[in-house]
């Protein structure tokens, strides 16, 4: 069973930075389109970054761009997002998402995303 297994969450400053990982267990996701979502208590989940299939296309969330890299290491079968500058409005538990997709493009949708792994929570608090 393929798994996407996240890391890298806790308990920041605001200002602060954190780096999430995501391993997985199949290299064929190295293949796929992949993507950070996260979802706060009472809001819906949204995509903080994706990444095509290829590497050669990502998206950021305007309120994330230029705060956020996401990468994928193929080699090592790890999904990362580096965010710096931390606010109390990026508190979340942050999921990594793949799917198969076409090669030039990246998803934003939630429900395009057919893996799903269990989440990791950040909080951004003083």
């Known amino acids: 069973q393929v798994q996407l297994v996240e890391s890298g969450g806790g308990l920041v400053q605001p200002g602060g930075s954190l780096k999430l990982s995501c391993k997985y267990s199949?290299?064929?996701?190295?293949?796929?389109?992949m993507g950070w979502f996260r979802q706060a208590p009472g809001k819906r989940r949204e995509c903080v970054a994706a990444?095509?299939?290829?590497?050669?296309?990502?998206y950021y969330k305007a309120s994330v761009k230029g705060r956020c890299t996401i990468s994928r290491a193929s080699a090592e079968n790890t999904l990362s997002l580096e965010m710096n500058n931390l606010n109390p409005e990026d508190t979340a538990v942050y999921y990594c998402?793949?799917?198969?997709?076409?090669?030039?493009?990246?998803?934003?949708?939630?429900?395009?995303?057919?893996?799903w792994g269990l989440g990791t929570q950040v909080t951004v608090s003083s």
């Open positions: 998402a793949a799917t198969p997709y076409s090669e030039q493009n990246y998803a934003t949708a939630d429900w395009e995303y057919e893996y």
């Open positions: 990444l095509s299939p290829l590497g050669t296309r990502t």
């Open positions: 199949d290299r064929t996701f190295n293949t796929y389109a």
